[in-house]
Every structure is written in structure tokens, then in C-alpha cells.
């Protein structure tokens, strides 16, 4: 079983988290790709780097193989779930606004919390509960700063479906860290999501090729940047803490996304979106100091 050190595992973590703020950034710059196809050259530019990262990555020692494999099959859902949640994402975009659906993805540590409590017997203390609703309401802050206003309901609804997928990935891949390295278990979750955008960009009829060098470059960037870089800080985090408190770190994301999109797309800066900023980092902090308890006995 993976030790856990919170004093290394968080920060790492929220750096990923951080790096993730380029995603946005170079899912813009990659059109006229199109979302499917945006996940499948994620994918595919992140994989020869996985690949010498697992290479690299000597196999746990005390593991057996029965552990292994149940690493691997934890890690191969995690893939699944990903691939449900940027699908889910992408598609509720056409129904609602950026700011919305990102909004209501934030949600997923509430999930993560909740199911952990629910199915996991794990014991949040009060403190990391104020943390969550401190991080999620600057979550919020900073989605109605950008616009985010309800709409029809439907991309709303879609958003949901989509956090509570990155919710069950982020336990998933918390699972498959328990036995594996995070460059093995990375690799996994780009391979099962390579072959699923695959087929349904496949099966769509969506364009494989044609695109500008602006794009390949994005797409470059998001196979390096976001799925190499970003998720191997992540995922390795995320075996050295609870799923629950690095589901939190992972909304450091919003606060980057603000800034890179001032840095590099000239997006205007509000004063609300430094309250929101603030209220996040504040929950990740509180969220810290209050690691779970031990599990409840079932026996």
C-alpha cells in the first residue's frame, strides 16, 4: 500500500493541477479539430513519453501480481470514466456556455467527498468539509465572473454527468496508484482513452487530418503539457493523499485558467475573479490540515 505524505503529495498535486490550466488554452488554439479528435491526439502525442516514463518506472516492490492486475483493471476504468468525462464536457458546451460547463465540472470533489463517505466508509473531519465548500464557492465566484449564467438546462445537466465522471477517474486512478507507479498507471488511463476516442471519432466520421499548423501545434502541447506533465504531477500526487483532498487541489485549475487566458488570449481580469481565487486557495488550505479520519469498522 502507497504511504501517504501530505506535505509532498498536495503540493505536487496542485502544481499538476496548476499545469492543467493550459488545457483550455490549447483546446482554443486546436480548432477546427474537433473535440473528439482534440482527446485523441491528446492522447496519442502523450504516449511516447508515457511509454519512457513506464519504461523507466521500475515496478513496485512488495507488489504481487494479483495486486498488479488489480491495479491495472482500476486503472483501465479510470481511462473509461475519462474518456465519459471530456466527452460529456465537450458535448455540453454546444448547449450551454464554457463558463457554465466548467462551472458545474467543479463540482466533482463534492461527489468525490460524498462517495467517499457513502461507499468507502471514509471519515471527512468538519474542517474539510469548510475547506470544500470554501474552494467550491470560489469555484463559483470565478465561473460567474467569466458569465456563467443557467441556461436551458440541458449543457447544464450534461456538465453534472460530466463531474460526476471526472469524480469516480479521480477515485479510480487514486485506487490504481494504491499498486502501481503513476507513469504506469497513467500510461493505462492514455491507452484506454486513445482506442475509445479512436472508435468514436471513427464511427462519427470526424476528420483525422487536414488541420493548421497552429492546431497540431495545440494539440502538441495538450499530448505534452497537460497529459504528460500536468497528470504525471497528478497522478502521483494522488497516491500520496486522499482522492477526496486532491479531488480539492484540482481546482487550482480555475484559478490559472484565469490567468493564462489574460496572459495569452487578452482576456480581461475582473476584481471578482481575484475573490474567487482567493476563496480556493483558502479551502485547499483548510482542506489540508484536516486529513481523513480512520476508516469506520464494518465488522
Given amino acids: 500500500m502507497q504511504k501517504r505524505d501530505y506535505s509532498t503529495g498536495l503540493p505536487v498535486t496542485v502544481l499538476g493541477a496548476a499545469l492543467l490550466g493550459f488545457a ?56 473509461l470514466c475519462f474518456i465519459g468525462d471530456l466527452w460529456t464536457w465537450h458535448v455540453s458546451m454546444r448547449y450551454t456556455t464554457v463558463a457554465n460547463a466548467t462551472l458545474i465540472v467543479g463540482l466533482a470533489p463534492l461527489w468525490v ?13 468538519k474542517r474539510f468539509w469548510g475547506g470544500l465548500v470554501l474552494a467550491l464557492a470560489g469555484a463559483m465566484v470565478l465561473g460567474f465572473a467569466k458569465g456563467a449564467r443557467w441556461g ?41 482513452c486513445l482506442l475509445g476516442f479512436g472508435v468514436i471519432g471513427a464511427i462519427q466520421g470526424d476528420a483525422f487530418s487536414g488541420f493548421p499548423p497552429q492546431a497540431w501545434w495545440a494539440l502538441a502541447g495538450l499530448g505534452l503539457v497537460v497529459q504528460v506533465l500536468a497528470w504525471w504531477l ?5 497516491g500520496h493523499v486522499s482522492s477526496s483532498l486532491g ?10 485558467t484565469v490567468i493564462l487566458g489574460w496572459m495569452l488570449l487578452s482576456e480581461p481580469v ?21 486529513p481523513p479520519m480512520p476508516k469506520l469498522r464494518t465488522d
Avoid: C
Fill in 113 to 125: 467527498a460524498l462517495i467517499s463517505v457513502a461507499f468507502m466508509s471514509v471519515r471527512l473531519r
Fill in 24 to 79: 483550455g488554452i490549447f483546446v482554443k488554439w486546436s480548432a477546427p479539430a474537433s473535440p473528439v479528435m482534440v482527446g485523441f491526439y491528446r492522447m496519442l502525442f502523450a504516449l511516447p513519453g508515457l511509454l519512457l516514463l513506464a519504461w523507466r518506472s521500475p515496478r513496485r516492490e512488495g507488489i504481487t501480481p494479483e495486486a498488479n492486475r488489480r491495479g491495472t483493471w482500476w486503472a483501465i476504468l479510470a481511462g
Fill in 270 to 290: 475582473k476584481p471578482l475573479q481575484g475573490v474567487g481565487a482567493g476563496l480556493i486557495l483558502a479551502g485547499i488550505a483548510l482542506a489540508a490540515l484536516a
Fill in 152 to 192: 436551458t438546462g440541458r449543457g447544464e445537466l450534461l456538465g453534472a454527468i460530466a463531474s460526476i465522471w471526472y469524480a469516480v477517474f479521480t477515485l479510480a486512478i487514486g485506487k490504481a496508484r494504491a499498486h502501481l507507479s503513476a507513469p504506469r498507471a497513467l500510461l493505462w488511463v492514455v491507452l484506454v
Fill in 247 to 256: 479531488s480539492v487541489g484540482l481546482l487550482t485549475q480555475a484559478i490559472t
Fill in 234 to 238: 497528478i497522478t502521483w500526487g494522488l
